[in-house]
């Protein structure tokens, strides 16, 4: 057990002195920079994802140039799911930086103003992000599993 | 705002709802922390087993061989450093949620500023890594658009 020293608690509650007013500016800054830095990597998750589809439906054609047999339909799904999964991966991390710049933005906004529902909005938008990317993680950390099971599974 | 009951007569304080939000938090920080552990122990596991793999198949193979062992040695280290991103950005959620933790069962201040340090460095970690990754993506488009 922590002893609690004497000068360490407030009367009542838990207080944001300068100290950590200072700290938690800081931390909303940089939440804002990891929400408009995610926002601008899912773009070009879904960017990227599109001229993923591009190039896979465009190489059949390429493969019959140099006298190969191609297969479009193969191509054109595998195409398309390319582009499914890097759209998926850019939605996620988008809604993931909506949480972080939420946060950044309601802690500035409580600190400036001192409003305390904001402060505790902030938190919410916190527990969001954090809950958010749990819940993601542990569905990928499932799926991890099953594709690891399928294959061990296959070569038996 | 000054005639907020919840508001303190100096600024702003953690009252109940705010404790009760920050406490769950924490709880979903810990799950967080403990699955990037898990994650981070998985691709590193992943990444030697891929890389002995190999390494055995293609031993004493005369065609390939090489550049086999290159590509392997070059997606042990991929999977090493990916790891390790995800190692510590789980310590700096393990210690948020752990202070925070702490500071609201015992009303102790010095491990909420802890607490809050702890988060602050784990968005700023976040956001670097978030910045090299987006500077790697546009080099990879520069070489790609020189090629």
């Given at each position: 057990m922590?002893?609690?020293?004497p000068g360490?608690?407030?009367?009542f509650?838990?207080n ?8 938690l500016?800081?931390?909303?800054s940089?939440?804002k920079?990891?929400?408009i830095i995610?926002?601008i990597?899912?773009?070009?998750f879904v ?6 589809q ?5 190489s059949?054609?390429?493969f019959e140039?140099l006298?190969?047999?191609s ?5 054109e799904n595998?195409?398309?799911?390319g ?7 850019g939605?996620?991390t988008i809604?993931?930086s909506?949480?972080?710049f ?5 802690i500035a906004?409580?600190?400036r103003?001192n409003?305390?529902?904001t ?10 992000y954090f ?10 950390l499932?799926l991890?599993i099953i594709?690891?099971?399928?294959g061990?599974?296959?070569k038996m | 705002?000054?005639n907020e009951p919840s508001?303190s007569?100096f600024?702003l304080?953690?009252d109940?709802q705010?404790?009760?939000t920050l406490?769950t ?7 967080l922390?403990?699955l990037?552990f898990?994650l ?9 087993v891929?890389y ?6 293609y031993q004493?193979?005369?065609?390939g061989s ?9 997606y042990?280290?991929?999977?090493i450093?990916i790891?390790g991103?995800f ?5 700096f959620?393990?210690n948020?949620?752990?202070r925070?933790?702490i500071?609201?069962n015992?009303?102790?201040?010095y ?10 460095s784990?968005?700023i970690f976040?956001?670097v890594i978030?910045i ?9 488009f520069?070489g790609?658009?020189?090629?």
């Amino acid at each position: 057990m922590e002893q609690i020293q004497p000068g360490n608690t407030s009367l009542f509650q838990l207080n944001l002195d300068a100290n950590n007013s200072y700290t938690l500016r800081s931390a909303a800054s940089w939440a804002k920079v990891l929400g408009i830095i995610g926002i601008i990597f899912g773009i070009l998750f879904v960017g990227i994802g599109l001229l993923v589809q591009n190039a896979v439906n465009k190489s059949p054609g390429q493969f019959e140039e140099l006298g190969y047999r191609s297969n479009t339909g193969v191509m054109e799904n595998m195409g398309t799911a390319g582009m499914v999964v890097y759209l998926c991966m850019g939605v996620i991390t988008i809604i993931g930086s909506i949480f972080a710049f939420n946060f950044g933005g309601k802690i500035a906004t409580a600190l400036r103003t001192n409003d305390q529902n904001t402060l505790r909005t902030a938190f919410g938008a916190l527990r969001n992000y954090f809950a958010y990317w749990g819940v993601l993680m542990i569905i990928g950390l499932l799926l991890m599993i099953i594709g690891i099971a399928a294959g061990t599974m296959q070569k038996m | 705002m000054e005639n907020e009951p919840s508001s303190s007569l100096f600024g702003l304080s953690i009252d109940d709802q705010s404790s009760t939000t920050l406490r769950t938090a924490s709880q979903w920080g810990r799950v967080l922390s403990v699955l990037g552990f898990i994650l981070g122990i998985s691709i590193l596991i992943l990444g030697f087993v891929m890389y002995s793999k190999l390494m055995v198949s293609y031993q004493g193979t005369y065609r390939g061989s090489g550049a086999v062992q290159t590509a392997a040695t070059r997606y042990l280290i991929l999977c090493i450093v990916i790891a390790g991103v995800f190692i510590t950005g789980a310590i700096f959620t393990l210690n948020f949620s752990n202070r925070v933790a702490i500071a609201l069962n015992t009303s102790d201040q010095y491990s909420l500023n802890s607490g809050l340090i702890a988060i602050k460095s784990g968005i700023i970690f976040w956001a670097v890594i978030f910045i090299i990754f987006i500077l790697l993506v546009l080099l990879a488009f520069i070489g790609i658009a020189f090629v």
